[in-house]
Every structure is written in structure tokens, then in C-alpha cells.
T-cell receptor, first 111, second 115 residues
Framework: LAKTTQPISMDSYEGQEVNITCSHNNIATNDYITWYQQFPSQGPRFIIQGYKTKVTNEVASLFIPADRKSSTLSLPRVSLSDTAVYYCLVGPNNAGNMLTFGGGTRLMVKP | EAEVAQSPRYKITEKSQAVAFWCDPISGHATLYWYRQILGQGPELLVQFQDESVVDDSQLPKDRFSAERLKGVDSTLKIQPAELGDSAMYLC?????????????FGPGTRLTVT
């Protein structure tokens, strides 16, 4: 299973763009990269998923370089409500394989 | 929007007692997961079901934990006997297994405190 490494914490201010990078040097060919967001006392919530290049949805963008050994979650113009823990997961797309959440990145958005 | 249901939301139990958690996944989701999350850490997968079958339970402490999904719909996770170190949030999630989506939908969790 591909192991992921993320910064433990990050601080930002309202209105800024936040980029959280995840390293996954031993990613396998069939692995996807998925990001989740978790608020205190709630279950994680899916943000975005990608395989290569760039993926964008209504809340975030995911940038994946050609070697796929890292990925960057980009949150445009963060607000106080984006304060949460963000997890990067790497894993195959079929049942029967364990998923591993790392420690995540604690993002603190300040006014 | 469909959600994963879990009950109870909070449970306080004494050491050596039995405790059970219930999860009802999103309708039609064949895959169900149970995670344990200790405060300040990421969720740790305990067991994964595909329909009624256990796909992976390698991280489940089988001497005291058990999980079942008899009809391939809702699921129960049991701890007997509970230990102080079992205090944690227990999260249930479900997902579709077909297609390219790996999205897991999490329930609100059950916060267990063992005294």
C-alpha cells in the first residue's frame, strides 16, 4: 500500500488560496488519489479524487504531476469554515483492499 | 441526500462490559467499512464488507471485537469485553463498488468512552 506524507498543520487567512501537498512516492499504477475533509466530531467527507493531471470541482482542485509521486489539494479563497483536517489517501479502486488514513493536515483559517 | 446512519451517537460503558454499535449504509451501497478513530489521529480501518462477506478484517482485534452484516445491508460492531483503550470514535462508511468512484460516505460516528 502506498504510504502518504502530509504536513501536520498549516495556517492561512480568509480569502487566501491554500495548497496542501501530499507525497506518495510508492504509488502503484492502479492507485487513485483521494482527499477527505473532517470537522471535529464528524465523519470525513469526500472532497476530490484524481488519477493524473488536474481535476477540479466546485470546492477544490487537485494537481497531480506526471510521475504521480505527489499531489496538491488547492482550496481557493478559504473561509473560516474551511478550518478542518484534510486527509490524502492513495489506493486502488476496487473492494478488498485496505485504505489507510494518515495523520492528515490540520488547516487553521484565521480572520 | 442519502446518509449513513449510526447509533448510538454517544456511549459510556464500564471496563469489561459489552457494547454494540449499529450502522445503516446508504441504500444500494454494497461495501461497508468500520473505522476506529482515536482523538488526534486519522481513522483506522477495522473491517470491510462486500455485501454480507468480510473482505478484510486484518486490523480487527478478533479476541474482543466482532462485526457482522447478516443480510448485506445494516451492520453491527461489537466489543466484548470493553477495555479503557477502546475509547475512541467508531465510524461507519459505505461506498458503491462498481465504476471509477472510490468515494466513501461516512456516518456521524459513535463516540465511545470506557471508564
Amino acid at each position: 500500500l502506498a504510504k502518504t506524507t502530509q504536513p501536520i498543520s498549516m495556517d492561512s487567512y480568509e480569502g487566501q488560496e491554500v495548497n496542501i501537498t501530499c507525497s506518495h512516492n510508492n504509488i502503484a499504477t492502479n492507485d487513485y488519489i483521494t482527499w477527505y475533509q473532517q470537522f471535529p466530531s464528524q465523519g470525513p467527507r469526500f472532497i476530490i479524487q484524481g488519477y493524473k493531471t488536474k481535476v477540479t470541482n466546485e470546492v477544490a482542485s487537485l494537481f497531480i504531476p506526471a510521475d504521480r509521486k505527489s499531489s496538491t489539494l488547492s482550496l481557493p479563497r478559504v473561509s473560516l469554515s474551511d478550518t478542518a483536517v484534510y486527509y490524502c489517501l492513495v489506493g486502488p479502486n476496487n473492494a478488498g483492499n485496505m485504505l489507510t488514513f494518515g495523520g492528515g493536515t490540520r488547516l487553521m483559517v484565521k480572520p | 441526500e442519502a446518509e449513513v446512519a449510526q447509533s448510538p451517537r454517544y456511549k459510556i460503558t464500564e471496563k469489561s462490559q459489552a457494547v454494540a454499535f449499529w450502522c445503516d449504509p446508504i441504500s444500494g451501497h454494497a461495501t461497508l467499512y468500520w473505522y476506529r478513530q482515536i482523538l488526534g489521529q486519522g481513522p483506522e480501518l477495522l473491517v470491510q464488507f462486500q455485501d454480507e462477506s468480510v473482505v478484510d478484517d486484518s486490523q480487527l482485534p478478533k479476541d474482543r471485537f466482532s462485526a457482522e452484516r447478516l443480510k448485506g445491508v445494516d451492520s453491527t460492531l461489537k466489543i466484548q469485553p470493553a477495555e479503557l483503550g477502546d475509547s475512541a470514535m467508531y465510524l461507519c462508511a459505505s461506498s458503491q463498488t462498481s465504476g471509477a468512484s472510490y468515494e466513501q460516505y461516512f456516518g456521524p460516528g459513535t463516540r465511545l468512552t470506557v471508564t
